[in-house]
């Protein structure tokens, strides 16, 4: 009989002892451990797995929500930890090690964390105690590591664990109360561990009333909605704008004559008079941008539903498509040529191409009771999984719908983060936390891998486990 034995124990006693003797000289005391690519190209920002050149950053399984057991050093499982990647894209797991001894978590299933240059940026539960000695429950740091290491930076504090967020080169923005915040870091020193947050501001990007927001790491421009105050608050529209992450640009993009007819009064065409919720972006290829929202109007003292639309950022009016009529709030963006899929009455995905015909007749794509988390648009093929017990990771053809192909069988952590699939060329790799492995990191190469073969002992083929080298110690069955 075969037992894995997991080889971080002894690892685990190191840190709490380096955390112990260092803790009271130097918060952030660790370790450098060399290494890293700060010049190499960052893919995947924003998840729990970033690619760095020929490095691999990622949170390491998933333990809790944080608590009290988040002391600097302490945390081995859900911390983030480096690893190698060889050259024909397998993890080094004896090159694996700890950068940042910290727990990872905010509950937003769309935070994680990124790297820019030699930085990760990332969010951990406060646990600063008050006066009794006990642990805050509510408060959620903002920090960066280098990524050897050598320096760690306390950013800011904010007093909530659920606040989307996003990090930038020199700015985390989170929105939360309905104002989008921001905390400004590149007054800070870059050469020396800051618990404090010296040198960081922090302020309001959108002071007005937000009610939506889309952000992309990989774009300088955010879009967000807001409730018109003053004088004509009693008008049934909000608007949709923009602003750069610095706070210049700030734009209009529609607001309450936007769509009336030229010459038209908005109080005469109250159907053309729109309230504005952005339920995604999409970035194109040249650069554009693409936004998804739904709109609704006020008719016979009733809100009624206007529908799913998208239309490019630069011109709301001129582009706009209407997806269908009947407001999917939840979709999965494929750009301004190809649509999106989205939710049908029945809460199953469709494909919505902004044509008539798929908005009165859609192609339904997956079953009731599954999730799309990644699509490969140039093989056509969406990955779903059952929502309700994820078991199996499948692929479906969303263009020819019915064509399924099950990937790899196994349990896999879907109430958190967005499960993460980084393409590497023309590969693709799937990480995910693996159920059936106490929530550790594990991963698959979706293009080679082939659940239906065996080993030598007859054993169908499973996913490769992520992390510290695993040590097997067998036994005979007695």
Known sequence: MKKKIIGVVSALVLVVILATCL????????????????????????????????????????????????????????????????????????STKVVVPK?????SAKGGFAIYGEWIYYATPNNDRDKTGTASTTDTDFMRTKIDASVTQRLGKINVRNAEYLFTPTRVLYYSSNKINYIDFSGMKTDKNIDNAKGAKDGELVEDQVSSVAWNMNS???????TVTGENSYKNYNELCSVKVDGSDQKVLATENTFVSEGGQPQNEPQNVFKYTLRDMYLEEDNS???????????????????????????????????NTIGSSTLYALGYNEGALAYNSASVYCLYDGT?????????VTDTS???????????????TKSSSASELTA???KTPGNMTSIIS????????????????????????ATNDSNLMHMINVKTFDKEAEDEEGNKAESTYVGFEKEEDEEEDK
């Not at 879907?414 to 693709?428: A, E, H, P, S, T």
């Open 289 to 323: 941008t693409t936004l998804y929202y739904t709109a609704t109007y006020y008719l016979n003292d009733t809100d009624n539903m206007a529908g799913l639309y998208m239309a490019k950022a630069s011109d709301i009016k001129g582009t706009r498509k209407q997806l």
């Open 103 to 107: 727990i990872i978590y905010n509950s």
């Open 396 to 398: 479906v053809s969303y």
């Open 356 to 364: 008539l015909a798929t908005a009165q007749n859609p192609v339904q």
């Open 23 to 94: 803790a009271a000289c130097n918060p952030y005391k660790w370790n450098g451990i060399g290494g890293g690519d700060a010049s190499a190209d960052v893919v995947s920002n924003g998840g729990y797995v970033v690619k760095q050149g020929n490095y691999l950053y990622y949170i390491n399984g998933y333990e809790g929500t944080g608590g009290e057991n988040n002391e600097w050093g302490t945390p081995v499982k859900q911390s983030i930890v480096r690893s190698e990647i060889r050259e024909d894209g397998t993890i080094d797991n004896a």
């Open 220 to 226: 300088d421009t955010i879009y967000y909605t807001r």
């Open 370 to 384: 599954q999730t799309v988390w990644f699509v490969d648009q140039k093989a056509g093929l969406a990955y779903i």
């Open 410 to 433: 196994e349990g896999i952590k879907v109430d958190w983060l967005r499960l993460d699939f980084v393409v590497d060329g023309d590969q693709l790799y799937f990480y995910f936390f």
